[in-house]
Nanobody
Framework: QVQLVESGGGLVQAGGSLRLSCAAS????????MGWFRQAPGKERDFVAA????????YYADSVKGRFTISRDNAKNMVSLQMNSLKPEDTAVYYC????????????????????WGQGTQVTVSS
């Protein structure tokens, strides 16, 4: 099990950028597949992006493809989400999630597939 702590949220104007970070503690992070999810007020938590433990394979929700980039640094126990061309509809609490990956190429897009979650960080995009 790892503990996950997100940071980097804030208020930004439409068209702007933010970089979210998720710091992980625990010895197994290098075998953890990681993901980002978000939850807007009154809505369910939705998948945003995922990355395999190797960092080679990534997967994105259609709504963020081409604008967001997920990456990781296993040496620093960190996963990041670079968010560009932000839109008001990106406003949500963003959560980092992790689980042991089945293989170095495994990634996961469903909330129920993840075991560990951070507390979330608020991202607000003004129009």
């Amino acid at each position: 099990q790892v503990q996950l702590v997100e940071s980097g949220g804030g208020l930004v104007q439409a068209g702007g950028s933010l970089r979210l970070s998720c710091a992980a503690s625990g010895r197994t992070f290098s075998r953890y597949a990681m993901g980002w999810f978000r939850q807007a007020p009154g809505k369910e938590r939705d998948f945003v992006a995922a990355i395999s433990w190797s960092g080679v394979y990534t997967y994105y929700a259609d709504s963020v493809k081409g604008r967001f980039t997920i990456s990781r640094d296993n040496a620093k126990n960190m996963v990041s989400l670079q968010m560009n061309s932000l839109k008001p509809e990106d406003t949500a609490v963003y959560y980092c999630a992790g689980r042991i990956g089945y293989s170095s190429g495994s990634y996961y897009s469903r909330e129920g597939e993840y075991d560990d979650w951070g507390q979330g960080t608020q991202v607000t995009v003004s129009s």
